[in-house]
C-alpha cells in the first residue's frame, strides 16, 4: 500500500476511534468508564429517597460519630451511606445546648451546638420561596434553602464534597434565647410581633434582622467537619474583583488557564479539575460568590476542594451567568466521570432527580418550579460547552479519565 494510502486509512481510522469515544462518553454505555459511571448513577438513583423520622439502628454510636467517620480526603461522606436519612434527622430535631454569633463572614449566621457536643451553623430564612433576588449575580442576603438544595445537588452529581444540610424550624424562644450567649441575645428583637435577630458579621445590622413567624424560624443547618480535618482557605483563581470598572485576569484573558496550569496546586494533582467541577456545580444553582474556597490542610494539594457556604445560589432562575463556567471554557477539560453523570442527568433526569430528593427534607417544599426548571436548561448548557470544547480541540484533550486519585508529587 502507498506511503498516501496508508496516511489516509490512518487519519479514518483515528476519526473512527475519536468519534466512538465521543458516543460512548456521550450518554452511551459501551465502554467501561461509561458501565462504571452508569452504575454508580443507578446506585445514586436508588438511594436518593430518603425517609422521614428514620433512627439509627443496630450501633451504639452517636449520629455525629457516624458523619465523622465518614470524612476523608476526597470525600465528605461515602458513595453508599444507609445512615444518611437518620444523620439528617438528628441534625433537624436534637436539642439545642447552646447559641452564639456566627463565625467571622459577611452573612447572617448563628452557630449552635447541639445535645452531643455537634457544633452546626444555622442560616436563616431571608426570602419566601417564589422571591427573585434581582442586581448582579452574587447580590441579595444568603438563602438557606439554597444551602438545602446544593446540597443534594452535590449527592446527584456524584461528588460528595458538600457538608450535610437539613432544614429545620427552631423556636426562638424556647430553644435559642435560653442557651444563648449575651452576644447573640443582646441582637434580639421585635418587630410586628415577630421575634428577630441581627447576629454579628460584616453587613450584619440592626435596621435588617431576620424575623420568624412569631417565634418559629425556618433555617438550615449545615454539619460541622470534625476537628480533626482542619480546613485551609484559598483564593479561587477565577474568583471576581466585586469592584466596579476593575475586572479580574480572567476577565479578560482568554489564555488564563494557562497561567493557572503552571502554579501549584493547579500543576499537578486533582485540584484543577476539582475547580472545573466546581464550576460546573455553581453554574447549575447560579452561584456566582465563590471567591474563596477551602481544603484540607496540609494536603499537598491532594484533598478535595470543598463545596462550602452555597448560600448565594437559587437566586434567579431567569439568569443563567455564563462567565461562572470560565474554569471549564477557558481550559477546556472535564472529567470523565462528571461528563458521564451529566449525560445520564440530561432531559428532565436532573430536576426530577432534585424533586425525589428535596421531598424529604423538614422545610419542603425547598425549591420553587422555576428554579428546578433552571437546573434542566442549565445544564443544556454545560454539555453545549463541553462539545464545543471536543469540536475545538478533541475528545482526548478534553474528557479526562480521573477517579479522584490522580498521582501527586
Known sequence: MKLKQRMVVLCAVLLLLGLAKIFLLDGGEGSAASRRDLRAFRKMESGLSLPRGARLTHTLQSPWEIA??????????????????????????????????????????????????????????????????????????????????????????????????????????????????????????????????????????????????????????TLWLPDVWPLQKHRHPWGRTYREGKLARWEYDESYCEAVKKMPPYDAGPRLLDVIDTAVFDYLIGNADRHHYESFQDDGGASMLILLDNAKSFGNPALDERSILAPLYQCCMIRVSTWNRLNFLKGGVLSSAMRQALAFDPIYPVLAEPHLAALDRRLTGVITTVKQCIEAQGPDNTLIEDRMNLPHP
Open 68 to 221: 465523622s467517620q465518614w470524612v476523608g480526603p476526597r470525600e465528605v461522606y461515602p458513595e453508599e451511606t444507609p445512615e444518611l436519612a437518620a444523620v439528617l434527622t438528628s441534625l433537624s430535631t436534637a436539642r439545642i445546648e447552646r447559641a452564639d454569633v456566627g463565625y467571622k463572614g459577611t452573612q447572617l449566621k448563628a452557630l449552635l451546638v447541639l445535645d452531643g457536643a455537634q457544633k452546626v451553623v444555622f442560616k436563616p430564612k431571608r426570602y419566601n420561596r417564589d422571591y427573585v433576588v434581582e442586581g448582579e449575580p452574587y447580590a441579595g442576603y444568603d438563602r438557606h434553602n439554597a444551602e438545602v438544595a446544593a446540597f443534594h445537588l452535590d449527592r446527584i452529581l456524584g461528588f460528595r464534597r458538600a457538608p450535610l444540610v437539613v432544614g429545620r424550624y427552631v423556636n426562638l424562644r424556647m430553644e435559642i434565647k435560653p442557651v444563648a450567649t449575651d452576644q447573640l441575645l443582646s441582637t434580639f428583637l421585635m418587630q410586628s410581633n415577630n421575634t428577630c435577630f441581627y447576629g454579628k458579621c460584616y453587613y450584619c445590622r440592626e435596621t435588617e434582622p431576620a424575623c420568624a413567624e412569631g417565634e418559629i424560624m425556618e433555617g438550615s443547618l
